[in-house]
């Protein structure tokens, strides 16, 4: 089993940046061979994409975010961030790290990000 947990969450106001962080528990080799992403959840909303990675470091990226996020991984600190700038009022979410491989899938508990002045 793996566990996600995410950090960097908070109050920030339009235009500034935050730092999402996923710390994944479990072997190396099996969180090298995965693929990680982040979702998110707004009030009323549907749970969205924002950002994937593949165990090759190919990334995919929601249209919403695209210029303005950057996903990136380390497989020996067993991490996955999530780089925010730019962030706009509608950037407001619970963001949540994904785990896939093969037909396995975990989700952390999230983190608050909530966008205003």
């Known amino acids: 089993q793996v566990q996600l947990v995410e950090s960097g969450g908070g109050l920030v106001q339009p235009g500034g940046s935050l730092r999402l962080s996923c710390a994944l528990s479990?072997?190396?080799?099996?969180?090298?061979?995965?693929?990680l992403g982040w979702y998110r959840q707004a009030p009323g909303k549907q749970r969205e994409l924002v950002a994937t990675?593949?165990?090759?470091?190919?990334?995919n990226y929601a249209d919403s975010v695209k210029g303005r996020f950057t996903i990136s991984r380390d497989n020996q600190k067993k991490t996955v961030n999530l780089d925010m700038n730019s962030l706009k009022p509608e950037d407001t979410a619970v963001y949540y790290c994904?785990?896939?491989?093969?037909?396995?899938?975990?989700w952390g508990k999230g983190t608050l990000v909530t966008v205003s002045s």
């Open positions: 479990g072997s190396i080799f099996s969180i090298a061979a995965s693929h």
């Open positions: 994904n785990y896939r491989r093969l037909s396995v899938e975990y």
């Open positions: 990675i593949s165990s090759g470091g190919t990334t």
